[in-house]
């Protein structure tokens, strides 16, 4: 999966010369918390909703009176941070989780050819990403098969279920904190896991339910 894949598009983009309240109206009205910063078609920054709401007054002035000239007065690039982690669309979604991780932030802007495309954030990568991996949403019953991760016991468990005539929605491997080995999770289609359970505690594996 790529992240022109889970990318937001149509992106909104204001300018370094806009004030500060109007991009807090621009992110009110599109439910948005950060927004690229472009002036003349090129990125330039990124203001969040956590900029804008700490542009502070000092009390050397009447508190209304400077809370009004600095929203008046103080641009989207007074404040915007200037670095900018960005990324292509045609990378992949393990690398744009990997570089937001490691530079700490929760949305890269996804540029082409030096033009801002779309935007990635952590919500794309659960509902784009997680959601279809872990099967979040989709029906059937989940269950685990402790240390049935490595590639001959998953072998034989899938070979296992498929003899039942039960059909593999998706499957995955964790690490067991307890035993440092791979345990076996794997999504049923089916309503009732409880006969393939059994088949499988009954072939020497450690089978159980799943809460999902």
């Known amino acids: ?37 472009e002036d003349n078609g090129k ?11 700490h542009v ?20 989207v690039g007074d404040i915007m941070e200037k670095n900018v982690v960005t990324i292509e669309p045609e990378a992949t979604v393990e690398q744009a989780a990997a570089l937001a991780q490691s530079q ?4 890269l802007i996804v540029v082409k050819h030096g033009k801002v495309v779309g935007i990635s954030t952590t919500n794309d990568f659960f509902y784009g990403v997680m959601n279809p991996i872990l099967g979040l949403g ?3 019953t989940r269950i685990i098969v402790s240390e049935g991760g490595d590639g001959k016991s ?20 964790i690490t067991s904190r307890t035993t440092k080995k791979k345990d076996l999770v794997i999504q ?11 088949k499988l505690q009954s072939s020497g594996y450690s089978a159980s339910l799943r809460p999902r």
Do not use: H
């Open 1 to 37: 999966m790529l992240v022109k894949d889970i990318m937001t598009k149509n992106v909104i983009t204001v300018s370094s010369s806009m004030s500060i309240g109007e991009a807090k109206k621009v992110m009110k009205e599109q439910r948005f918390r950060r927004l690229p910063v």
């Open 154 to 173: 998953a072998e034989k468990i899938i070979a296992c279920i498929n003899q039942m005539g039960v059909g593999i929605k998706i499957l995955w491997t």
């Open 43 to 53: 990125l330039v920054g990124i203001v969040t909703e956590n900029r804008l709401e």
């Open 188 to 198: 049923l289609d089916t309503e009732d896991a409880t006969d393939v359970i059994q």
């Open 56 to 75: 502070a007054p000092s009390a050397t002035a009447p508190l209304l009176w400077q809370v009004g000239y600095l929203i008046s007065r103080t641009t």
């Open 104 to 107: 700490k932030v929760g949305a």
């Open 138 to 140: 989709e029906s059937g």
